[in-house]
């Protein structure tokens, strides 16, 4: 990715100029006329003359004026304000063109910021977003199976239909995003080899039990500091004994998995 970027001069949020019209005053210092600058910058000759009494209108004092005498008997030229004006755009504009340059430079980091941006603004009642990868899709006749690879290198499934995964564009290597509701996960300890039904299993450590009237939030925090939230009820939390630093798993449904991509 590359960045550009152009300058304009404003005054009262009116357009004085840009690139173009400051290209147009320095063509009238070269050319001496109204017509000879225009056909050197690809104007017309009414353009001209109407971007430079906006000019002259905006800035309050002129900045083209015309003189006696010069080709065919009269000229145009450039007031002092003029020549100072066109002097420090190109100054301003030259500072401008380094620090987009500067910018670019950076634009790989910058573009990666940007997502990470636009996933943090994102707004969702799903307690549980994960960013990541899509590692691998296999197509059936009516749902997809998605495998997202998240922070840390964990996968998350996802059962999707199959109209949704191709309006998505999902496909190996697109950048996409996993919504889980915390009341979708369960909590466990100790499964040891225990076999699920539920495709997914995130493990990690107990940092946070907020217990309520009824029910308990927990949080578990998993390798490579992903974090993933499930609601349980208080009678629950107590009989796992969980807390802070405690070994635990978060269980959950491939359909209990929604699929997103950044806009």
Sequence with gaps: MELQGNVW???DGQKLGGQDRV?????VASEGSITAAAKAVGMSYKGAWDAIEAMNNLAGEPLVERVAGGKGGGGTRLTARGNQLVENFRKIDAAHREFVAHLSSQSHALADDFLLIQRMKMKTSARNQFSGKVVAVKQGAVNDEV???IVGGQQLVATITRDSSAS???AVGVEAFALIKASSVI???DLGEAKLSARNRLTGKVSRVQPGAV???VSIELPGGGTIAAIVTKDSGEALALEVGSDASAIFKASSVIIGTPA
């Design 9 to 11: 001069m404003t005054i």
């Design 23 to 27: 290209a147009l005053l320095a063509a």
């Design 147 to 149: 495998v997202l690879e």
């Design 168 to 170: 998505l564009g999902l």
């Design 187 to 189: 909590v466990a300890t």
């Design 215 to 217: 029910n308990t939030e």
